[in-house]
């Protein structure tokens, strides 16, 4: 156990010793692991929102509305109602009257409701709303629909939820690939700084593996070197981005788009789960760019 | 001790740089290795140190073959081995005493036993007072005793010297002869591989000749036998 220590100790060192001779360079990969954890940490923060904003509309998405052509008799619009509800799939149907509809239109709209007071004539139509048992039935349900006499339109959400669904695919893909290259791109800056530290010990390396050094021993340095170059990479990323989106997540929230800021992941939630991702991350990228590195010294 | 039984080493198709070699060296003796530029006796250290594999034979060290111990057994292979260069090859920004005590304390020695043993070992190769200073400051022989000290400070059982005096000037390698020879009466196997003639000449230790690859004489209390 002495021992274990004393290697650590040494290595830190060394490690310590090696990043500062090159500080240069070294300023170069902690920069270059930042910025690849920087914008890591961005594509992951609209994932992530777009994710919850896609779980959320989902929820909300999942009805299908049916307007009413406009001279209908009551006796019509019962009917069409009751031929509804027997479709299969149909949990419920519930009518929403042209006024009740611009009422809900007026409370959305808020401060702006106002502007609706102005109408002469109500131009919302009459309409149902119906509930579906699962979202697989969606479109046996709307075909059916479409088949009754008397419907204006039928309103449906489910190609809007589909594409909000494609889009986050996409974004997730395109944000994995730039991140991977990114990661590829910084782990050779890393290497190529601590090859630097690696050639000018090259003639203590070749003593120590003359006389016995262990090649864990002679490799530790180096990968001490690696980590705190991540370490320190990963540490402005988290403070960057957590700044960042606190800072926007607050600008959201106390201005007038309260509507967005409820589709966003609040700033606690968010900062923890990239603080964890961008530190294994970063100190992966230091500790493998390191044994990139040597990996051609260490034979012999 | 050491033991190479049949050991052919190539490295390419048409080239061999030893050929069919069997030899022994018993614990505790002295031997010179000899032969002309390309002969082999590089290959042979190299060999001897696991830095490159025979392509055929086996080679034993204390009893055990060493061209099948795996990778991470090399470094205690390694420790059973001093080396001495040429060119010395000394850290230029350690002192004496930190050059030496580097030795143990990459093979994890305690600070305790690093502090009894170096100066035993600097005082045995005669370089006390130079401790506390810097390879620059030292002239060759000193730093040739240095990189001795440094070479035996583990305690190896075998001492392997390429070419120990081809940097120093006749008197100083005769200082540095009577040293290798100090060290193989407690006991050290010692290898020196040389060009050395008056050396090998005045020493009277066995005397390997290598030449393309195959050992074409070992006498005990040889000389050099080449006319350079």
Request: hydrophobic share 45%; proline share 3%.
């Amino acid at each position: 156990m002495a021992m274990k220590t004393r290697t650590i100790i040494y290595s830190i060192k060394q490690g310590i010793k090696g990043s500062w001779r090159n500080r240069m360079m070294s300023i170069a990969s902690i920069t270059s692991i930042a910025s690849v954890l920087m914008i890591l940490g961005i594509v992951f923060m609209i994932v992530i929102n777009i994710n919850s904003f896609s779980e959320i509309t989902k929820g909300q998405f999942d009805t299908i509305q049916l307007d009413l052509e406009d001279d209908l008799s009551d006796g019509d619009m019962q009917n069409i109602g009751k031929s509804v509800k027997s479709i299969d799939g149909v949990k419920s149907v519930y009518f929403l009257s042209k006024e009740k509809a611009l009422d809900n239109m007026k409370k959305k709209w808020g401060e702006n409701g106002y502007l609706l007071e102005g109408l002469q004539k109500n131009p919302l139509p009459n309409s149902y709303v119906v509930e579906l048992m699962d979202m697989r039935y969606a479109d046996e349900v709307v075909k059916r629909v479409k088949g009754l006499q008397g419907l204006e339109e039928v309103r449906y959400y489910k190609d809007l939820v589909e594409k909000i669904l494609k889009i986050t695919d996409f974004i997730r893909l395109a944000g994995l690939i730039v991140i991977g290259v990114l990661i590829l791109i910084s782990m050779f800056v890393v290497a190529n700084t601590i090859k630097l530290t690696v050639i000018a010990r090259k003639k203590e390396i070749g003593i120590m593996k003359y006389v016995g050094a262990t090649n864990w021993f002679i490799r530790c340095p180096f990968m001490i070197e690696g980590m705190i170059l991540g370490v320190m990479g990963s540490a402005i990323a988290i403070g960057v981005i957590s700044f960042g989106y606190k800072y926007v997540f607050d600008l959201i929230t106390q201005k007038v788009y309260v509507m967005i800021a409820v589709y966003m992941v609040p700033a606690p939630v968010f900062i923890k789960s990239i603080a964890i991702i961008i530190a294994v991350l970063g100190i992966g990228i230091g500790v493998l760019g390191s044994i990139i590195s040597m990996r051609k010294f260490l034979r012999v | 001790m050491i033991k190479f039984l049949n050991v052919t080493k190539q490295y390419q198709e048409d080239k061999m740089a030893l050929s069919d070699m069997t030899v022994n060296i018993d614990r505790g003796e002295f031997v010179f290795l000899v032969g002309p530029s390309g002969s082999g006796k590089s290959t042979f250290i190299k060999l001897l140190l696991k830095e490159i594999d025979p392509t055929i034979g086996k080679i034993k060290i204390d009893g055990k073959d060493i061209t099948r111990i795996s990778q991470r057994k090399i470094p205690h292979l390694r420790r059973k081995m001093g080396v001495v260069f040429q060119d010395f090859r000394l850290l230029q920004d350690k002192t004496v005493y930190e050059n030496v005590a580097f030795a143990m304390a990459v093979i994890n020695t305690s600070p305790k036993e690093i502090r009894r043993q170096v100066p035993n070992v600097l005082a045995l190769v005669g370089i006390s007072d130079r401790a506390n200073m810097f390879p620059h400051q030292l002239s060759g022989g000193e730093q040739q005793r240095v990189a001795i000290a440094r070479a035996i400070v583990n305690n190896p059982s075998v001492l392997i010297a390429d070419e120990p005096t081809g940097n120093l000037d006749p008197e100083t390698a005769w200082e540095t002869m009577k040293l290798l020879k100090q060290i193989n009466r407690r006991g050290t196997t010692i290898l020196m591989a040389t060009h050395a003639k008056d050396i090998v000449d005045m020493m009277q230790q066995r005397v390997i000749a290598i030449e393309n690859g195959k050992i074409v004489r070992d006498d005990q209390k040889g000389v050099y036998g080449y006319e350079d």
